[in-house]
């Protein structure tokens, strides 16, 4: 199994390449360590913290970006089972993310106390799926 924790440099291209000025919705699934695994050197290290703290310490820090930037959560879930796909796969976080615009996202990870906040992330995080979405009408039926 590979684990996806931050996009690729051509996925990254991709999402930039959209229509920035949408409104974008992230579906997020988030798979957290066991133990968070923060960089030698940093000062949480070897603090023994487990993913669920650090993704905590992550949420903490981020929020303010995320709430300037005009970010909340439509909607958020807790992992039952999985009905199609891996059945190996779980998912500690399902959220969805709402930006104003993808011009709001990008504010957001370029700001330095995001910046700051994200290695929070990446020490909690196993593995996880960042899905941009556009807002598309609901509707009664599939398809």
Partial sequence: MSDHIDPTRPQFDAFKALDRDEPCEMLNLVRLRDTAQYPEGHELADSGLSGAEAYRLYGKHSGPVFARVGGQ???????RTMLTGPEAEHWDHVFVARYP???????????????????????????????????????????
Avoid: K, N
């Fill in 73 to 79: 959560i439509l909607w958020r879930g807790d992992f």
């Fill in 101 to 143: 615009s993808a011009h709001a996202f990008l504010a957001m990870v370029t700001d330095p106390a995001y910046q700051r906040a994200v290695v929070h992330r990446q020490a909690a995080v196993r593995d996880s799926r960042l899905i941009r979405c556009a807002p598309a009408p609901a509707g009664e039926v599939f398809g």
